[in-house]
């Protein structure tokens, strides 16, 4: 019996330097995952035989990133009943906000998931993902509840301070 996983897909090679800190999350709870380039514009045939094909493949969750026209999510999200949360990678014209507005507009009917720009959207993505298996898996809850505890234990109550200001008086 094949696991269920997670996909993660980008439009091109770039992408993978945002989306790999998705990746390491997964890694990190232990979710089995996959990894693939699917262009919606240089690679349409891929594209559709990927999103159709995608709940044969146990793909449980596809986390997509993408910049500039950023279609890759809607596209995916267009051919396939498995949940998309898409991440607009940061582009150099307007710094992924043109990313961010393409995969946040979607038409009704055509659900997309969208998360921040960049770094903090590949995360939560990841995080996502993960909290939707954890519905189904106590392990997987287990270890969120813990990884959010310590998230929070991490927080100090005071700030660290590094400087101290003299007052002179006068």
């Known amino acids: 019996m094949k696991k269920d996983k997670v996909s993660i897909i980008m439009g091109s090679q770039s992408d993978w330097k945002t989306l790999q800190l998705a990746e390491n999350i997964l890694n990190d709870f232990k979710i089995s995952n996959e990894v693939k380039i699917i262009s919606a514009h240089r690679t349409p045939e891929r594209l559709y035989r990927y999103a159709k094909n995608a709940h044969k493949n146990n793909i449980k969750v596809i986390i997509a990133g993408a910049g500039g026209a950023a279609h890759l999510p809607g596209m995916v999200a267009s051919l396939t009943k498995i949940p998309v949360l898409g991440v607009p990678i ?8 043109d990313s961010l507005l393409s995969i946040v507009q979607m038409p009704y009917g055509i659900p997309t998931a969208t998360f921040a720009i960049g770094e903090a959207g590949a995360k939560n993505a990841a995080l996502f993902a993960i909290s939707l298996f954890a519905n189904n898996d106590k392990n997987i809850s287990i270890k969120l509840s813990k ?19 003299m007052l002179l008086k006068i």
């Open 90 to 97: 940061e582009s150099k014209l307007m710094n992924g906000l």
């Open 147 to 165: 990884w959010r505890e310590d998230l929070t234990k991490a927080v100090s109550v005071i700030p660290e301070r590094k400087w101290k200001i």
